[in-house]
């Protein structure tokens, strides 16, 4: 029997496969709520990685010179930049310190002066910064001093501001308090209050406003130093006011003299004082005599000579500095490979094999070799399980300790060879399982650790890891330096850098003070005909510089004694070459 579309039983089924009004809706806010995530999904897409539009910048404050005075927020930010743009040439030095060889790889551009050599406008600063901003990169840009003190940095930013690039700017030390500071000229104290900050460059000042006892700090002040006096005497300030005025503040080269409103202007002449340069008048620089602690440092200025690479030469040099002296890094010694590379390669076979009780670490050099060989081999720390570990010295011991070895022996006295020959156990062959010694050491080392753990009993595996060559010699200004005596002194860190430098350079200047490491290094500068002034107390480059310190102190506190004005050992030079006695 066929039934009728219209019967109840149709009606029903047809009513059974319509959607319901509720389920629709729902169905509805699905579809929009999945609309509405995709879009939010493409905003926040796009918001991601959509171009920047119209870029950054940082303003960085680089202090007046001491690149010591940089903040830690200022390092920050340079070690990361991809471009940086420059105000001075002493902040491509600067950056090259901070980055080494990274610095390479960024983009240094010369914000004081454009590709025609005319120095820029502030207009055109603002707009070569603006303009590298917009480019890729972290861009920074340093500048003198703080950014918003006596500088450019105002006017380059409202450029930025003005365009729409957003910028960041960061204090430097500004040099108006900097300067006097490190001239031990303090600028307020518990009775005098009052500081004036003038910028005199091409300015017109009443000076009768200056004319009661506060402070005055004075820029740019060298070249009308006559004209300010005799107008702050004129205004009514006694000629007996002290005046302090420092050029080149912060750095080696700073020079101080202190004088009076009546004399200044021909002090400044007779010292050829030179900008930049800063200007104190008060009471308050009279208490330079007490205060001045960076010119009195015992090494201050002084150029000093570090004949190592400049790898090694790291640690030296940044505690001279400490000192105030300024080392400069001549290479006599290039490390390279061993000739011959299969005594090594048999060596730390053995080494993972079992064969050895021992491995004996004469130098940090030595440390590096065997790790290079460990990696091309692709071996790791793990290597050196049941081996006992020797190092000569600290040095020798931390570069072991930076591998993940703790060294089982270091001299408790002297750290050299003879130091750990004094506390090496003789061989025992009950507690002893192997009586072997891997010494991986320079091609040039002596055989007296070799013969000492001989008689004590012990087979060495005496191996070449590494070669020790004389380098290139330094350029014809440096070499004419050394041989002239423009070096205040010599350091010698071993005596095949008083061999490789006379053989690259020529003999230091009677007039050089010359310090050495140890007896050994003592006993080869005298064979090369040179006396020797200053003698570690112990075989350590820190030792070093602290003993050349000690001697400038002396010499220093001396002079003053004496009554003589205080100078340099480059300041005095003897007329013939000093021999030893």
């Known amino acids: 029997m066929t039934r009728s579309p ?7 089924k047809k009513k059974n496969h319509q959607p319901s009004k509720s389920k629709t809706v729902k169905n509805d806010m699905a579809k929009t709520a999945a609309a509405q995530t995709s879009r939010a999904a493409t905003r926040v897409d796009e918001r991601v990685i959509a171009p920047r539009a119209l870029g950054a910048v940082s303003f960085v404050g680089t202090g007046p010179g001491d690149p010591g005075l940089l903040t830690v927020r ?39 002066y454009g590709e025609d050599g005319q120095p820029l406008t502030h207009a055109s600063r603002g707009k070569l910064v603006v303009k590298h901003a917009k480019g890729p990169g972290r861009v920074v840009r340093l500048i003198c001093g703080d950014p918003w003190m006596y500088a450019t940095g105002a006017e380059e930013a409202a450029a930025c501001a003005k365009v729409g690039v957003v910028f960041e700017v960061v204090p430097g030390v500004s040099s108006v308090t900097a300067v006097p500071t490190y001239a031990g000229v303090p600028l307020t104290t518990r009775t005098s209050r009052e500081v004036t900050v003038l910028n005199v460059a091409g300015a017109k000042i009443d000076w009768s406003h200056h004319a009661t006892e506060q402070t005055l700090v004075l820029l740019s002040a060298v070249q009308g130093m006559a004209e300010i006096a005799a107008a702050l005497q004129a205004a009514g300030r006694a000629p007996a006011t002290p005046v302090a005025m420092t050029s080149v503040g912060t750095t080696t080269d700073q020079r101080t003299i202190v004088s009076t409103l009546a004399r200044i202007a021909t002090d400044v002449k007779a010292a050829r004082m030179v900008a930049p340069a800063i200007a104190v008048i008060g009471d308050v620089v009279t208490m330079r005599e007490a205060l001045s602690w960076f010119e009195t440092k015992p090494l201050f200025g002084w150029r000093i000579l570090v004949p190592r690479t400049k790898e090694q030469a790291g640690t030296l040099s940044a505690k001279l500095r400490s000192y105030g002296g300024v080392p400069e890094e001549v290479p006599t010694i290039s490390v390279e490979p061993p000739r011959n590379p299969l005594q090594m390669d048999k060596a730390v076979r053995g080494l993972v094999e079992g064969r050895y009780e021992w491995i004996a670490f004469t130098s940090v050099n030595a440390v590096k070799a065997v790790r290079e060989k460990f990696d091309g081999y692709g071996l790791d720390a793990r290597a050196f399980s049941g081996l006992k570990v020797a190092a000569v010295g600290e040095k020798t011991a931390a570069a072991v300790a930076a591998w993940g070895i703790r060294a089982d022996l270091v001299p408790s006295g002297e750290q050299s060879t003879a130091g750990l020959l004094d506390d090496w156990p003789p061989y025992d062959d009950v507690l002893d399982p192997i009586n072997r010694v891997f010494l991986p050491r320079a091609d040039i080392a ?25 380098a290139a010699p330094p350029p ?24 490789n430098l006379v053989g690259i350079a020529g003999k230091p200047h009677a007039s050089t003070v010359i310090a050495a490491i140890g007896p050994a290094t003592v006993k080869t500068c005298e064979e090369h005909g040179l006396r020797v002034d200053v003698l570690a107390p112990k075989p350590s480059v820190e030792a070093l510089a602290d003993a050349l310190a000690d001697f400038g102190a002396a010499r220093r506190v001396s002079m003053v004694e004496a009554g003589d004005p205080v100078t340099k050992p480059s300041e005095c030079r003897a007329t013939a070459r000093r021999r030893a006695t």
């Open 6 to 12: 219209t019967s109840p039983t149709a009606a029903s």
């Open 74 to 112: 200022a390092v920050d930010l340079i070690l990361a930049a991809d471009v940086v743009i420059t105000e001075s040439a002493d902040h491509r030095a600067l950056l090259q310190n901070l980055l080494g060889e990274r610095f390479g790889e960024i983009t240094v551009v010369d914000g004081g």
């Open 446 to 470: 002596t055989e007296t650790l070799v013969a000492g753990l001989q008689e004590l009993g012990w087979e060495v595996d005496d191996v070449t890891a590494y070669r020790t060559v004389r």
């Open 476 to 499: 014809a200004p440096t070499r004419d330096a050394i041989k002239s005596g423009k070096y205040d002194a010599v350091l010698f860190t071993s005596s095949s850098t008083v061999r």
